[in-house]
């Protein structure tokens, strides 16, 4: 992560220099806007693509890059409009094959507002090309590129619905084998998903509804009790990952300040549910992937907040040390009880990609927090290999 850092600030000083040099050209404030997107300092790039904009209007990369950052800050109107700007103009790049053997020719579909299924990294550059086409806005009469496959990368079922129906027309028109079905993925919103897993006896999820942000804040108190909440309360805001737009509400004296916070008009509002673990560190998450049906360890985290994140984890020698043996063994780590509960999990939602983030309980339980196909995770070796191998057996399938 240091090193990460300190590349991304070492490419920072020499783009602001390029730009400082050059100031007629549009890359350098491109490349900012990229670089400060990837790093999710938001307003450095809204500021960079808004000068690339400057420089040209015409400029469908710094349309596409501000559209994405406003609608992480919230401002869906002016999203919209550079969508359509950016979009409108150029609904398909070609990500080229750098190897010398003929490559697989990947048709992933995308959604423009955001929160799809972070497959760039997963993608072996030498053997794949990836012909990414923006679903919403892709003609239908238009013949698609040439692909083996399609990857369906619009998962987030609450917030990109248009994109999800547009990627369902593709595959109709495609015929070609399918990776995360749009069909499947209808299924994964949050609350759809807190529902569907309480059928299995060995998982527990949070109580989770969706309401306006005027509800709450007209008689917030009356909507909490008829929903069987209590405060404490979690609220969200639709469509937002990685703990943006996440609040926590302590009584109803809070709903005010935290509407202000929050992005849009609709919330998930979310039981609150204590954590069973004592100490300094009681929150504590643990992520699994599920890929081709099988289950992946990726990472275990202790935090003193409780909006757990990887990079905002405390690091011990204890947490160091269960972070090693749950990649190692993550059978014995869990226990059966959850290892049981993790297969449930995978059965019931169907992904051949996808996550979940969860606790373990005193029990041997688990506590589910999302299970989606949004998660990002750090492409190790064996994530690479297991996606390598169900591109493989998909297309395989066919032949």
Not at 239 to 252: A, C, K, L, P, Y
């Amino acid at each position: 992560m240091l090193r990460r850092t300190g590349f991304r600030s070492a490419a920072r000083l020499t783009l602001q220099e390029a730009a400082r040099l050059y100031p007629g050209l549009v890359e350098p404030w491109l490349a900012l806007g990229h670089l400060e997107r990837e790093g999710e300092a938001w307003q450095a790039s809204r500021a960079s693509y808004e000068k690339a904009i400057a420089l040209d209007q015409t400029s469908w990369t710094a349309h596409q890059g501000l559209a994405y950052v406003l609608e992480a800050l919230g401002d869906a109107e002016d999203a919209a409009c550079h969508r359509d700007l950016g979009f409108g103009a150029r609904p398909h790049v070609t990500i080229p094959c750098l190897g010398t053997q003929s490559p697989v020719r990947i048709l992933l579909l995308a959604s423009t507002t955001g929160g799809d299924t972070p497959w760039a990294g997963l993608l072996n550059r030498q053997q794949y090309q990836v012909e990414v086409v923006a679903s919403e806005y892709w003609d239908t009469t238009a013949p698609l590129p040439r692909h083996d496959i399609i990857i369906n990368a619009v998962s987030d079922a609450d917030a990109a619905w248009s994109a999800m129906q547009a990627a369902e027309r593709l595959v109709r028109v495609s015929g070609r084998p399918v990776i995360n079905s749009p069909q499947v993925l209808r299924g994964t919103g949050r609350q759809a998903v807190s529902e569907r897993l309480k059928g299995i006896a060995e998982v527990e999820t949070a109580r989770i509804i969706r309401c306006s942000k005027k509800a709450l804040l007209s008689h917030g108190r009356e909507v909490i009790a008829q929903a069987g909440l209590h405060f404490p309360i979690l609220v969200r805001s639709i469509g937002h990952h990685t703990g943006r737009h996440f609040e926590r509400v302590e009584d109803v004296h809070g709903i005010p300040a935290a509407m202000d916070r929050l992005a849009g008009e609709d919330l998930w509002v979310l039981e609150w549910l204590p954590s069973p673990h004592g100490g300094d560190m009681p929150y504590r998450k643990y992520r699994v992937m599920m890929i081709g049906g099988r289950l992946y360890p990726v990472h275990a985290v202790w935090s003193h907040d409780w909006k757990v994140h990887y990079f905002s984890r405390a690091e011990t020698e204890l947490s160091q040390e269960i972070q090693e043996r749950f990649l190692h063994d993550m059978g014995a780590a869990l226990g059966p009880r959850a290892m049981s509960a993790l297969a449930g999990i995978q059965m019931e939602l169907g992904l051949d990609y996808g996550g979940v983030d969860f606790d373990v309980l005193l029990d041997g339980r688990v506590r589910v927090f999302e299970a989606n196909a949004t998660m990002v995770v750090p492409p190790e070796k064996a994530i690479l290999s297991a996606v390598s191998q169900l591109i493989e057996s998909r297309i395989g399938q066919r032949r």
